[in-house]
């Protein structure tokens, strides 16, 4: 209780400090101290000092709300000498210009949340394209050494940009920049924005700067934004491939942990690039699959194992390149990798783990990855004849509702409303179920009369959410694509199942709007059905030649969307 009260006291003897201190930043004064680097560095004083850092660097260690106010009196102030100061940066020739943007870019960082950051997000992406291409030369003159220090004042970088002497002010500038980009791209709420923009070509660009942090921080992003046609568009996709193929021997010849922040990332990247065909078969080609089969075997300078999460990383990307005909063969033949995924489902927790909640946690998840992988090598193919030879029961369902874990306030909202004001029974997965997820799904899919996907980023991106679609398109059942991000355009596999298909966009239409509009579909699906069904009980089925060769139901059902594709074009 006493620590409440001084602390109290404390945020009241303050509290006219702050004031004071954010009253001087919002003055002509800071504004004159501004233009003294913008326009004669050397007439820098203490009085600039205290103005641009001093006060600023206070205001950031104070409450949150005396950060909000900082915001809501200069954000415009900025945003405008921003673009005053990219409208004559021509060619990046005067060092007070540089100066200046690395100033402003800096205080964004600091002060904007990431999205408040896409207020300005437009005049970063052209300030790229306005850089020449020298403009990354080493430029450590001593009498700009001291006003550059100053510059990147509390700021944390990557051991190769720490170093004023190893490296330039704008290799610092562009990773700051680039770091603030790239965790817009990470957000799922604005990433359809952020896409929207066509950035791909620009942060292309930057893969070619010679900083390893720079160039790694732009792929994690074209990882994130690049669509089909960006990857069509790119005049040598194995280059890409060839880079990661080298990041990955990296990691394995110096036996480094999965579970730090770059491999982390490297694995997230990974799996953005390996959803286009193009890079996928350029990773097959080079024999990136081994490098990742290595990962579930590796061990480190101790003769242990890595980590659950490491081979948890290395299992969900196989599960992406097994949905490929010729890594499935190959994944299949080989005795030793499908021992050791079945063994890995009856894993069980660490008893002597020091976080037993988080042990819990990795099982879980090496599990439910284990169970991906098997399912796309054996068992979605055991389940489809199985179900092929049973006579089809009446559903249990009338809906499946199939979601990404990002969209799931929405996708419970939905189901909500269905079962509540149109009493629809539907099967949704609520609480992230234990065991094998996929089987549950699988007979969710077999009990239903219709599939509502919901399309986003991240349900495409997800190896479990593709496991469902698929199983869905390949039994034939009614799917009706739901629209959960503004701006999202499905391509890749998820285009090729809902590209020609009406979808439903909640981003659009209000609520009530969209579930109205829903409903009808759902119904009309559900006629459609009724009509079918109907026609194919009075139809006698014809005897099949014997000798005809046997086609499976994912070559019928993409015979049969290619027929439909083709009769519409005509």
């Not at 054996?378 to 249990?396: A, F, P």
């Amino acid at each position: 209780m006493t620590d409440y009260r001084e602390r109290d006291c404390l945020d009241i003897i303050l509290k006219p400090l702050d004031q004071f201190v954010l009253a001087h930043i919002t003055t002509i004064n800071y504004k004159n101290s501004f233009e003294h680097i913008q326009n004669d560095p050397s007439t820098y004083n203490d009085k600039d000092e205290f103005f641009l850092f001093t006060c600023v660097n206070y205001i950031w260690s104070a409450k949150e709300d005396i950060n909000n106010e900082l915001f809501d009196r200069m954000s415009k102030y900025y945003e405008y000498m921003l673009k005053e100061l990219i409208f004559i940066s021509n060619k990046f020739e005067n060092k007070s210009i540089k100066n200046s943007l690395m100033y402003i870019i800096l205080i964004l960082n600091r002060l904007y949340t990431t999205k408040q950051f896409l207020n300005v997000f437009d005049d970063l992406i052209l300030l790229f394209n306005k850089m020449p291409d020298g403009f990354l030369l080493e430029d450590n003159s001593e009498e700009n050494q001291n006003y550059e220090i100053r510059i990147i004042w509390q700021a944390e970088f990557p051991p190769d940009l720490n170093s004023l002497n190893e490296t330039s002010i704008p290799a610092i500038f562009i990773y700051s920049i680039l770091h603030n980009i790239y965790a817009c791209v990470c957000d799922s709420n604005i990433i359809s924005i952020i896409k929207d923009k066509h950035i791909a070509e620009t942060i292309l660009k930057l893969t070619t700067v010679n900083s390893q942090s720079i160039q790694r921080l732009a792929y994690n992003i074209l990882a994130l934004v690049m669509s089909e046609n960006d990857v069509k568009k790119l005049p040598q996709p194995d280059q890409i491939t060839s880079v990661f193929i080298g990041f990955l021997k990296e990691a394995h010849e110096k036996q480094s942990c999965l579970g730090s922040i770059y491999h982390t990332q490297l694995i997230d990247t990974l799996k953005g690039f390996l959803q286009h065909d193009q890079i996928k078969e350029e990773f097959i080609k080079q024999d990136g699959v081994s490098f990742i089969i290595k990962y579930l075997y590796q061990r480190d300078h101790y003769d242990c194992p890595l980590s659950t999460p490491n081979q948890s990383d290395a299992l969900e990307l196989i599960c992406i390149l097994a949905f490929d005909e010729q890594v499935a063969e190959i994944l299949k033949q080989n005795q030793l990798f499908m021992t050791t995924v079945k063994s890995i489902l009856t894993m069980e927790n660490n008893k002597y783990a020091c976080d037993e909640k988080q042990e819990q946690k990795d099982v879980e998840r090496i599990k439910k990855a284990a169970n991906g992988v098997l399912w796309v090598l054996e068992n979605e193919e055991k389940t489809l004849k199985n179900n092929n030879n049973e006579q089809r029961n009446k559903e249990v369902y009338d809906l499946m509702i199939s979601y990404s874990w990002n969209d799931m306030d929405l996708a419970h909202k939905i189901s909500d409303y269905l079962i509540a004001n149109k009493h629809y029974n539907v099967w949704i997965d609520r609480d992230k179920m234990h065991g094998s997820i996929i089987d549950s799904m699988a007979s969710a899919i077999e009990n239903s009369n219709t599939v509502l996907m919901c399309m986003s980023e991240t349900y495409k991106r997800s190896e479990n959410c593709k496991a469902e679609a698929e199983y869905a398109r390949k039994r034939k059942r009614s799917i009706i694509p739901l629209m959960m991000r503004e701006k999202y355009d499905p391509d890749g596999w998820l285009g090729f199942i809902c590209g020609q298909k009406l979808y439903i966009d909640f981003t659009q239409y209000e609520f009530e709007i969209a579930m109205n509009k829903l409903t009808a579909e759902i119904e009309k699906n559900r006629q459609n059905n009724q009509q079918q069904q109907l026609s194919s009980s009075t139809t006698p089925k014809p005897i099949q030649n014997e000798t005809e060769p046997k086609t499976t139901p994912s070559m019928m059902s993409i015979q049969e969307e290619t027929k439909l594709t083709t009769q519409q074009y005509v």
